[in-house]
């Protein structure tokens, strides 16, 4: 059993790095693109690396970015990168189901590799049948955590050099990697009335509140149709 | 360490606690509810969901056909030839019409 566990750790942290390369492709751009606005928003290249280090997580980047050009007083920064990871909550005690066999100190380690392509491969995972695994999981994580740091310090030192990224379509990588894990999910129950739902929900409030909120608003719709409606939900009253 | 070292670390601090919080909360309960249950199942597509619908909202002819394209792909195969058709789409509609 043990020689078992030892033999299969290679191939799948292997498997895991599998699952990270359209993540690695979708991401690059914005984690160059993060270092050269880092750098022209003030940071210096140190700076700007140790923020793509240290939190890891592009979206709540960019807005503290924004905030670092201004006159924004910094405790109202440090929420505001807070406020944008909070979907990570949700995130963080839907996977903990996956992981709870773990030990204390690799779940400590696991979870601040939790960004969205990893919760959503993780969920994947357990959707597939699959037992989430230590190495699996680091597998896809370090990659991805790797090249988002390099990213980092080659956009800060280069910042200028992809003059035109809408003609290479970056823009919209994200969003046709994202339906495509979204699709993946289709045959859980009621799949399809929270997709509409979160659709309806996160186009609303993206025009009346705007982004990053729309994430949190959209899910938070969704997830009330699955609690409310759901036939999981409602067959216990 | 400059103020913008600190803002980093604080931001980073917070972040781990999303990322770690939501199960450190869930575990201190011994059965889940499932209503709490159906609610979380259905995080993953809810969340991913809005990362896409109002970007295809706002977008043009062109990131509707290639996510159209896409979409049909990755309903039938699977998640990479569905990335890769969706960005060759895209590309070549933005530089035959300029889109």
Known sequence: MILETTHSRLPQFLRGARSS??????????????????????LSIGEAVAMSAAIFAGASQMVGLELFGGHVAPWLVVLSIVAVNFR?????????????????????????????????????????????TFAWYMGMALPIYA????????????????????????????????????????????????????AAGSIVSYEVIGSPWHVSAG?????LVAVLFSPAARKVE | MSQTMWIILFGAIGTYLT??????????????????????DAVPAAVLTTLVAPAVFNAGPAE????????????????????IAGAAVIIALRSLFGV
């Open chain 1, 219 to 223: 899910a938070a719709v969704g997830i």
């Open chain 2, 64 to 83: 509707w056909v290639a996510i159209t394209i896409a979409g049909v792909i990755g309903w039938f195969t699977g998640i990479m030839p569905m990335f």
């Open chain 1, 21 to 42: 390369v359209p993540v690695l492709v979708a991401a690059a751009p914005f984690g160059l693109l993060f270092g050269a606005l880092a750098v022209d928003a003030g």
């Open chain 1, 88 to 132: 990570h909550v949700l995130y963080s005690a839907s996977a903990g189901r996956r992981l709870w066999r773990w030990p204390p100190l690799k779940k400590a380690a696991g979870f601040f590799f939790l960004t969205d392509p990893q919760y959503a491969e993780t969920e994947r995972q357990a959707e597939f049948g699959e037992e989430v």
């Open chain 1, 147 to 198: 090249l988002w740091v390099i990213e980092a310090w080659v956009g800060a030192l280069f910042g200028n050099l992809i003059t035109n990224p809408h003609a290479l379509g970056l823009d919209f990588l994200l969003p046709i990697y994202f339906l495509g894990l979204v699709i993946g999910f289709r045959q859980r129950s009621f799949w399809l009335p929270v997709v509409a739902a979160s």
């Open chain 2, 19 to 40: 990322r770690i919080g939501g199960h450190l909360v869930l575990s201190r309960f011994k059965s889940i509810h499932p209503r709490v249950q159906a609610g979380l």
